[in-house]
C-alpha cells in the first residue's frame, strides 16, 4: 500500500478570504464613577449600563442617609442589570459594580 497519495487532494484548494470585525472607533468599554445619592440616581445609572458602560458607583451617602431607599434603588438597577444579562456586585459596604452584558465581574474563587 503507497501511503504517498494518502495527504494529496483529488481537488484544487478554494480559498475564502474571511473580513475581521473591526470594532467601531468608539468601541471601547467605558468604566465611570458615579455616586447614587437618592432614588432618582437610579434612572441615570439603569441608562448608563444598558448604553454599555462599567460603572463604579459609591453608595455610601445613601447607606447612611436612608437604607430602605438604597434597598429600592439597588433592586431597580439589579432588575435592569439582569434584563439585559449583565452583572451587579457590592465591593465592601460602599461600593456597587454595574457591568453591561459585554463583561464580567470576576468573583473569589473557593479555595480548596
Known amino acids: 500500500m503507497k501511503l504517498g497519495n494518502i495527504f494529496k487532494r483529488s481537488q484544487p484548494e478554494e480559498y475564502v478570504e474571511l473580513g475581521h470585525a473591526e470594532q467601531p472607533a468608539g468601541g471601547k468599554t467605558h468604566i ?24 463604579l458607583v459609591k453608595v455610601r451617602d445613601l447607606r447612611l442617609k436612608d437604607m430602605n431607599e438604597l434597598k429600592k434603588a439597588i433592586a431597580r438597577v439589579r432588575k435592569t442589570c439582569l434584563a439585559i444579562d449583565g452583572d451587579i456586585t457590592g465591593v465592601g459596604d460602599d461600593w456597587l459594580i454595574l457591568a453591561p452584558a459585554s463583561a464580567r465581574i470576576q468573583r473569589e474563587q473557593e479555595r480548596v
Open 32 to 55: 465611570e464613577i458615579e455616586n447614587l445619592n437618592d432614588f432618582a440616581d437610579s434612572d441615570r445609572l439603569q441608562k448608563k449600563v444598558r448604553d454599555g458602560s462599567v460603572l
